[in-house]
């Protein structure tokens, strides 16, 4: 019988005594002893490796010798039990039990569909208030597997999951995510729904790549003038503007994930020079003012004096994925163009690092974009930007010219500080 297919975790060491195996795996601050008993994983945690060993050892040599005895050498249960042990061969005797145990419980599961558990899911998290940006990524996330894999729970595998996952992203940010979900619903299906036997599922088995992210990528100036001049109105352009030249999040511009509206064009101040962040469309629960930047300024200011929202968009992603894609159509008659690639977050991470090579303030930078002092000087802050963040924040309309005053981009108007109070 071949034995279930585990988490990719070699141990440090096992320990045998007939059926009986006690394992021990090494973590950063020791080193941890597992065996089973009674049909339950039991653990204990040593720091010393000679502590582990010792352990192991006794506790493998205790429990072989609890093995059921008989009376005589032909005792008929012991020759049995040597017949099982013979057939099974190096597979301990409780991992055969186990899968017995777990796929025989199937027969007594409520299998139900994973397209139907997730919509359930999500709707138990809806009545109970959970934060609609949380709930609409949950879905988002796990709907290709369900579309991809359209069966009941218990009939799927961690390969026929992982490989889904795999095949549907490359970045390992994204497959971290799906993995993550994909336990959430799993394990619900199996404590509420009843759907799964007890035990792991087959989401624990999901590979888990690395969820740090990686080298933090930013626009150039001349990818940003690209993306103005391909931008088709004024909205887009405020997107890119309130993006690459505030510093805004995606779903502080757009509402996205948030379940409130975009932010209106009354909240860009044009006479004090900043830009409102109301409390509801924003990741922390304060309200800022974000400075508006002579540049950012000339690209918004079409929209002074009107109604609405100054990007009205479902998804900030998807339109300037439509803006590279116009630019890459628009040069693929050029041999020498090296097509262009949306960038993650690529805008507001631009501004965060032109800003800061600018003013070499993280804590005021960090203050106008609300994130952390450390967040900036372990990702954002770049040696030999300043230069090139000059440049950025040259970025103006066609016959439209900055000030010439030294703090027009590097400093923020006494309007600005006092804009909230």
Known sequence: MPARKKKKREPWK???????????????????????????????????????????????????????????????????????????????????????????????????????????????????????????????????IATALPRKMHTLSAAELDACIRNYSESSYTRYRMASYLKTLFNWARDVKKALPKGETEADFVNMPDPKPGEIRIYTPEEMRLLLTFAKDDHERALLALGGFVGLR???????????????????????QAVKVVQKVQLRAVTRFAPLLPNARSWLEP???????????????????????RINQAH?????????????NGLRRSHISYRTAITRDVPRVADECNTSPEKIRLHYRQPGLEEV?????????????????????GGASSAVRNAGS
Do not use: C
């Open 332 to 344: 693929e008659d050029d041999p020498d163009w090296v097509p262009m690639r949306p960038k993650r």
């Open 250 to 272: 995606n779903s502080e511009i757009t509402g996205e994930f948030t379940g409130h509206g975009a932010l209106p064009i009354a909240s860009i101040l044009f006479d004090a």
């Open 14 to 144: 096992v320990i045998r005594d007939g059926s009986v195996e006690v394992t021990i795996y090494q973590e950063k601050a020791g080193f941890r002893v597992t065996w089973y008993f009674a049909g339950k994983r039991e653990r204990k945690f040593f720091v010393e490796a000679k502590e582990a060993d010792s352990f192991a050892k006794q506790k493998a040599t205790s429990l072989g010798s609890a093995r059921p005895k008989g009376e005589a050498e032909n005792d008929e249960d012991l020759r049995y039990l040597r017949q099982l042990r013979q057939r099974l061969g190096e597979t301990p005797l409780h991992v055969a039990v186990d899968f017995f145990l777990q796929h025989n419980a199937k027969a007594k599961l409520a299998p139900a569909l994973i397209q139907d558990v997730l919509a359930e899911l999500a709707g138990k998290m809806r009545e109970d208030k959970k934060s609609p940006g949380y709930v609409q990524a949950f879905e988002r996330y796990l709907q290709p």
């Open 303 to 325: 929209l002074r004096g009107k109604a609405g929202s100054a990007a009205p968009f479902p998804r900030a992603g998807r339109v300037i994925g439509s803006i590279v894609e």
């Open 389 to 409: 963040a000059h440049r950025w924040y040259a970025i103006t309309p066609p016959g439209r010219s900055l000030p010439d005053s030294p703090t027009a981009i």
